[in-house]
């Protein structure tokens, strides 16, 4: 099982996006879905291995809403 959570840089998680994966044969994939008013700037994303405690980390770039 991988725990997924999304925080702004120097933030605390944002709850309403952390989401549990199965984990199966050592691969996990999921996504999250982000609100279209989500504030732009770079955010963090932590992946926790729960048995063994073992982390990966991403920085992720969130961009305005498109314009016509």
Known sequence: LIHVDFRPLGGQPLRHYSLNLPCTGGTAAG???LALDERPGTYK????DVLSGTTAQALVSV???LRD
């Open 31 to 33: 996504f999250i879905p």
């Open 63 to 65: 961009a305005g809403p």
């Open 45 to 48: 994303v932590t992946a926790t």
